[in-house]
């Protein structure tokens, strides 16, 4: 006869009951493991003790971001008053029209020049964290910067409240500390608010281009968050991310995402880029063929084949943006894209250098 | 072979590696942490002060590394793949659990769904058989904080169990590993 309730007393005999599961290796496999693993990994040890000690070391508070601007901003070189015209091929006779460029610039998702300040925010629904930059000038305090932007913010279908009241601060060696009261929205959010919050954290000190993060609850170090247990220290991974576009809510404006994931090569990335589904959708249309990648002294030479088809102006320059932000990521300094029968499309010339952004975002989105 | 190595995998080998598995849930994953925690352990043996038993020294180490993998886990990587995986984790069970009763296999299939402090404690109180205060010693928790995160892990547990009985748990064939 089966059971449909049980008692206290009953739910412990069960878990008594929990087989035992043993490790199936052998001590001399183990040991063998454990000797070829011990070596690589003592470096990454020294960095929680380095951590430590730069916390006791003057902290600068940081209100503006470390990027610096870009001065070769070659895009610039644009001219409003140009036009792209469509290709004709594969694509529909109401589209197939010489369209202004005039009108893509406001809808740029890049900010191409000067300093920003890089939040990584969740979206209302909590599944993922966009980076969105405010063009700054002067050094203005980050959580005023935030304060400022927090009603578009809510606007574009993020969510402010985890960085609200945090602080930030960085030492010398990018080893950044995070202040936040004991009263914080995070302590008591669930485990996906301790995510959510973690993941903003992350996104926000990787664009100030920290590798490690502290943290302080008060005056004490540390946080205690119910769902993930006790944090002093997360290290900032490397990575390399593609770019998507993202709506974080129904009818909010498109932005772009990165990636959660990193990619070995930027042909990886780039293939990511254009057969991602799910909550993101592809940056890069399947109408467009890649032929090429080249490096070139830090210079990105992106060839498209003759036969592709560019689509509206405004994703076809979402495509080139998240093709230069992932460029960014791969630590490029400008792309040139070539081929496609195109001579520009938006700002974007075709067979010029163009010097990666600066920040992903920018607010105000359009 | 290492000295310390070898005593503290004769000794505690087997309850360090339970520990895990029943925390993560996978047997390759256990294994991985099963090793940082002898790296952490080795690297740090000589400043064992005694002040706790060996045992509930190691199992906090343990219980870092733990928490540490779940942290990671909670990366939006994880986190996508983790949602395509959902109908993997519901179908496989380990061997060890697939042989067992309904009863047995349901409760496991439950723990998955207690938050990381329920589990810890009802793993190291019921799976391992620590007492409360060696469960407190081991967490860094006051004894009241242990007995109160087993009551509300019991209750979820129990909860957990009588909707998924109730939904028809007992007709599900779950295929092993």
Redesign the interface.
Same mark, same amino acid.
């Given at each position: 006869m089966? @059971?449909?309730?049980?008692? !206290?007393e009953e739910? !412990?005999s069960?878990? @008594?009951?929990?087989?035992?599961?043993?490790?199936r290796?052998s001590? =001399?496999a183990?040991?063998e493991?454990?000797a070829h =693993? @011990?070596q690589p990994?003592r470096r990454g040890?020294i960095v929680p003790a380095v951590v430590s000690v730069a916390a006791a070391c003057l902290f600068v508070l940081i209100g503006v971001s470390l990027y610096p601007s870009s001065p070769t901003n070659e895009s610039k070189k644009a001219k409003p008053e140009m036009s792209m015209t469509m290709q004709a091929k594969e694509v529909a006779p109401n589209e197939n029209r010489t369209m202004q460029a005039d009108e893509a610039p406001s809808f740029s998702r890049v900010l191409m020049s000067g300093n920003a300040v890089v939040f990584g925010l969740p979206d209302a629904s909590a599944q993922?964290?966009i980076p969105i930059s405010i063009a700054v000038e002067g050094q203005t305090p980050l959580n005023e910067q935030l304060e400022a932007a927090k009603a578009e913010l809510v606007n574009l279908g993020l969510d402010a409240k985890w960085l609200e009241g945090v602080t930030f601060m960085a030492s010398r060696n990018n080893e950044w500390t995070v202040h936040l009261s004991g009263t914080h929205p995070v302590f008591s959010s669930g485990?996906t608010g *301790? *995510?959510m919050f973690? =993941?903003s954290i992350e996104e926000t000190v990787r664009w100030m281009g920290g590798t490690s993060v502290q943290f302080f609850t008060d005056a004490k170090k540390g946080i205690d968050l119910?769902?993930?247990?006790?944090?002093e220290t997360?290290t900032i991974a490397k990575k390399q991310r593609a770019y998507y576009l993202y709506a974080p809510k129904e009818g909010a404006p498109t932005l772009l995402a990165p990636s959660?994931?990193?990619f070995a090569t930027i042909e990886k990335a780039f293939e990511s880029m254009q057969a991602v589904s799910?909550m993101f959708r592809p940056s890069i249309a399947k109408e467009v063929h890649i032929a090429s990648v080249q490096s070139q002294h830090g210079d990105l030479v992106v060839q498209f084949t003759a036969d592709s088809s560019f689509a509206d102006s405004v994703s076809s320059q979402w495509m080139l943006e998240a093709i230069l932000l992932t460029a960014k990521e791969f630590h490029f300094r400008s792309v040139t894209f070539t081929g496609g029968n195109v001579g520009n499309i938006g700002p974007y010339r075709w067979n010029e250098k163009i010097a990666v952004p600066v920040a992903p975002n920018p607010l105000p989105v359009h | 072979m290492d000295s310390v190595f070898d005593e503290l995998y004769e000794k505690y080998h087997q309850d360090l590696f339970q520990f895990l598995f029943y925390m993560v849930r996978n047997r390759e994953q256990a294994e991985d942490l099963v090793q940082e925690v002898y790296i952490k352990v080795l690297r740090s043996y000589d400043r064992f002060e005694g002040r706790s038993s060996e045992k509930t020294w190691l199992l906090s180490i343990a219980k870092h590394v733990a928490i540490d993998f779940f942290r990671k886990q909670r990366s939006f990587r994880a986190k996508l793949m983790n949602a395509w995986k959902v109908q993997d984790d519901k179908a496989l069970l380990p061997e060890e659990i697939a042989v067992q009763r309904e009863e047995i296999q349901l409760m496991y299939r439950c723990l998955g769904n207690c938050t990381i402090d329920q589990r810890l404690v009802v793993v190291l109180r019921f799976i391992q058989g620590l007492s409360v205060a060696e469960t407190a010693e081991t967490l860094g928790w006051t004894e009241s904080k242990v007995k109160t995160t087993q009551h509300r892990a019991l209750k979820r547990l129990k909860q957990q169990m009588e909707e998924a009985a109730k939904g028809g748990w007992h007709h599900e064939k779950i295929p092993m590993e």
């Open positions: 089966r @059971k449909f309730q049980w008692n !206290e739910m !412990e069960l878990l @008594k009951q929990m087989p035992p599961v043993k490790d290796r001590k =001399a183990i040991y493991q454990l =693993a @011990k990994k040890r993922t964290v485990s *301790e *995510e973690l =993941a119910p769902n993930t247990g006790h944090l997360i959660p994931q990193s799910g | -």
